[in-house]
């Protein structure tokens, strides 16, 4: 039997309700911008996705790539599991965990998609082959082994070489996550943590202290 008694004390810092800024969209991103710049931290953009699929949860991890006034953005393809999904129920909650920092955030929201031209513009800025993948992998399908990404892999170097314009997949593109709760998180001492969530009331932004 594994043993999973080992415990540690968190003590790496403190979250007061008059520290903290009046929207959580700025708290957010200077926790994310301290996540950042800690050189510990490997992938400070990484959020888990949660999406439910017939009623059951769905989750997995990917990259936060936009914060703005709208909400929190990643990109996917469409025709994959989470598309899918959040297409039949456009909603989704998202967790960032910092571990060095002892830090998590929590999100839960509406979800939309992106525009034609919000999605085009990220995908230009991709690495070339970033973008020949998007349009190599029919994800989330069963496939019958490596060798098909890598030939058409291959196949899509021929059609488009590096520098040439490649058209983004009209079935790739982003999803946004407009905030309707978001819960900060900072590990205390004997396991009594910091926890504020903001939730809104009447278009406004409230704050309240969660028990941890």
């Not at 039997?1 to 200077?30: I, K």
């Not at 992938?43 to 936009?66: F, N, Y």
């Not at 082959?129 to 989330?140: F, H, I, K, N, V």
């Not at 059609?159 to 997949?169: A, T, V």
Request: charge should be negative; glycine fraction near 6%.
């Amino acid at each position: 039997m594994t043993d999973f008694s080992s415990r540690r004390d968190y003590a790496a810092g403190e979250l007061h309700e008059d520290e903290v800024l009046a929207d959580p969209v700025l708290q957010f991103n200077l926790w994310l911008t301290a996540a950042v710049a800690d050189e510990r931290i490997d992938e400070p953009h990484a959020m888990s996705l949660a999406t439910t699929e017939d009623g059951q949860p769905k989750c997995r991890i990917v990259l936060l790539r936009r914060v703005d006034e709208t909400g929190m953005s990643f990109f996917t393809n469409y025709d994959s599991d989470k598309g899918h999904q959040l297409d039949q129920n456009p909603y989704a909650a998202l967790t960032f965990y910092w571990g060095p920092m002892e830090r998590q955030v929590r999100v839960e929201g509406a979800v939309q998609r992106l525009s034609a031209k919000a999605s085009d513009d990220y995908f230009t800025s991709r690495p070339y082959m970033s973008r020949l993948g998007a349009l190599a992998s029919p994800q989330s399908t069963i496939i019958a082994d490596r060798y098909v990404l890598s030939t058409r892999m291959e196949q899509l170097k021929g059609e488009f070489p590096e520098g040439s314009d490649i058209p983004r997949p009209q079935n790739w593109g982003g999803f946004v996550v407009a905030p309707e709760m978001i819960e900060f998180w900072q590990g205390r001492r004997s396991r009594l943590h910091d926890r504020l969530r903001y939730s809104k009331a009447s278009g406004e932004w409230m704050v309240q202290r969660l028990a941890p």
